[in-house]
């Protein structure tokens, strides 16, 4: 089992920087391939990054690349998104995720695909 707590969301301007954290329980986690994902009001849930069990391959959708990065610390059992120059669209709940095959090199782009998530933390972007 692994429970996830994310944590670092806020008000933050455009343009400016925040970071995310995702701090998980269970022995299991280093395990595990890590996603964040986004919801805002009345979409669907859409991936943002995603990173591998031993951190080598990272993914992340078209629409954040080169502003977001992924990371983990698998000692510390912690996952975190560094959000730099954010955008008013970048608005939403933020989400991290667990799960897939263990010790897996893919990179896993669905919700249906994680096994474990998070309760979410806000970020909005103003203006």
């Known amino acids: 089992q692994v429970q996830l707590i994310e944590s670092g969301g806020g008000l933050v301007q455009a343009g400016g920087s925040l970071r995310l954290s995702c701090a998980a329980s269970?022995?299991?986690?280093?395990?595990?391939?890590m996603g964040w994902f986004r919801q805002g009001p009345g979409t669907e849930r859409e991936f943002v990054a995603g990173?591998?069990?031993?951190?080598?391959?990272?993914d992340y959708a078209d629409s954040v690349k080169g502003r977001f990065t992924i990371s983990r610390d698998n000692v510390k059992n912690t996952v975190y998104l560094q959000i730099n120059n954010p955008k008013l669209e970048d608005t939403a709940v933020y989400l991290c995720?667990?799960?897939?095959?263990?010790?897996?090199?893919?990179?896993?782009?669905?919700?249906?695909?994680?096994?474990?998530w998070g309760q979410g933390t806000q970020v909005t972007v103003s203006s």
């Open positions: 990173i591998i069990w031993s951190s080598d391959i990272t």
């Open positions: 269970g022995h299991t986690f280093r395990r595990y391939a």
């Open positions: 995720a667990a799960g897939g095959i263990e010790y897996s090199s893919r990179i896993y782009h669905t919700p249906s695909e994680y096994g474990y």
